[in-house]
């Protein structure tokens, strides 16, 4: 739904910081995500919100519904892994969602990745408690390949992109 925006920032509808409303259902992926993280000794949040986000077009927003999985789990010595999905829900009558962003953080290692797969998360959930530095390091270096190739790769694009022209008011 896109609707003409009347102040700088609508009041989002439903904030993180308000019990899970009764009306939205857990989906199947994140109740699972929540599961295989409980199992094996993390600390899940999982949080619901809904507000607004700035479109194409002067003054229009649209109303967006997210899930957020934040995993937290402290090992010997006081080394913390960490790992979160973000889950937006496609628009619709029926709320369908799809895992936006997958991150990967820790203190003992390349302190944040971006572009992880959600079955990068799981294995990271069921795994790196066990690993040491060097071996996260070693799990982590193909993606941080990867991310920064799909950088090189959209800044090529953007390069090549036909400038447009302004035009004068």
Do not use: N
């Not at 895992?99 to 790196?128: F, M, N, Y």
């Amino acid at each position: 739904m896109i609707v003409e925006e009347h102040e700088p920032h609508p009041t989002p509808v439903h904030t993180s910081r308000m019990p899970w409303p009764e009306a939205v259902a857990v989906p199947r992926s994140v109740a699972g995500l929540r599961k295989l993280g409980e199992a094996h000794g993390w600390r899940v949040d999982v949080t619901y919100s809904q507000g607004y986000v700035a479109t194409t077009g002067k003054g229009k927003v649209k109303l967006v519904h997210t899930i957020l999985v934040r995993m937290t789990r402290t090992l010997e010595g006081g080394v913390i892994r960490r790992g979160a999905v973000y889950y937006e829900a496609k628009p619709g009558p029926k709320l369908e969602w799809v895992a936006k962003e997958c991150t990967v953080l820790g203190v003992d290692h390349w302190p944040h990745q971006e572009g992880v797969s959600v079955t990068a998360i799981q294995e990271w959930v069921r795994e790196s408690a066990l690993w040491t530095g060097a071996q996260v390091d070693a799990w982590g270096q193909p993606l941080k390949v990867k991310v920064a190739e799909a950088k090189v790769h959209a800044a090529a694009k953007a390069k090549l992109a036909p400038k447009k022209a302004r035009v004068a008011a």
